[in-house]
C-alpha cells in the first residue's frame, strides 16, 4: 500500500476480514477492526478504542511536554480511558437534554516526587491536549464521494 501524504489517513478493507481495514498515514500502517463478538476478527483495536488512545497518548504526551518545558518532576503519567453512552438527563454539565450521548471516562496517574501544586496543574493542562479540545469543540465532518 502507497503511504498518503502527512496530514492525510486513508482507510481501505484489508480483504482479511469481513470488518478488517488497513490504516494508512504517512509512515505507518496499522489495522482496526471489530470484536469477534460483532462479526469481526479482532485482527487490532475497534474504532472507539482508537479514538481513547487518540485522547490518551495525546493527553500523556501534553504532560511530558508540560512537565519538561516547566521542569516538573514528572516520571510518568498512565492514561486510562472508556466510552460509554449515558442519557442527558443524567448529564449536569452536558447542553443536551434529550436522548443518549457519549461520555468519556479519563483517568490519570502522575508519578514522580510531585507537590500538591504540581499535581494540580497538570491536570489543568491534561485538558489542554489538542485532541480533548478537538473533542470538546464543535467539529464539521464534510463528506464527498470520490472516484467517480
Known sequence: MDHPE???????????????????TATHTLLVDEPVAVGGADAGPNPYELLLASLGSCTAITLRMYADRKGIPLTRATVRLRHDRIHAEDCARCETERGLLSRITREIELEGDLDDEQRARLMLIADKCPVHRTLSSEISIETRETGR
Open 6 to 24: 502527512p496530514g492525510t489517513v486513508v482507510v481501505t478493507a484489508s480483504g482479511d476480514g469481513t470488518y478488517t481495514q488497513q490504516v494508512a
